[in-house]
């Protein structure tokens, strides 16, 4: 076993970055790292799976279809966003990283 730190090995890149840190046919669970990133301007993100995100560094501003009210994620902060409610990121630090841990899931509900 290897113990690993969430907050170290950050990539230096003004990229984006969506890391996979463990996945099976029923959930992936990744690390993000983002640095003033934004959705583009009239796209969403309209996933098949349940999406449960934490906030563990930095900050974020995401606005979901349909809503003007604008939910701003700091540390600490978590969210569950059900399959297919469209939603996007307004806004991330440009001064730190902001860094989400999200697991992606199927909440099987029929």
């Not at 939910?71 to 966003?81: A, E, F, Q, R, S």
Request: charged fraction near 25%; proline fraction near 4%.
């Amino acid at each position: 076993m290897e113990i690993k730190n969430i907050f170290e090995n950050l990539p230096d890149s003004n990229q984006e970055i969506f890391e996979n840190l463990l996945q099976t046919e029923n959930f992936k669970l990744e690390r993000i790292i983002s640095r003033g990133q934004a959705t583009p301007n009239g796209q969403w993100y309209d996933q098949d799976w349940d999406e449960w995100v934490i906030m563990l560094r930095g900050s974020a501003d995401l606005i979901f279809e349909g809503s003007e009210f604008i939910t701003k994620m700091k540390p600490g902060d978590c969210l569950h966003i059900p399959a297919h409610q469209k939603h996007r990121v307004e806004w991330t630090n440009t001064d730190t990283e902001t860094i989400w841990l999200a697991l992606h899931f199927s909440s099987n509900k029929k």
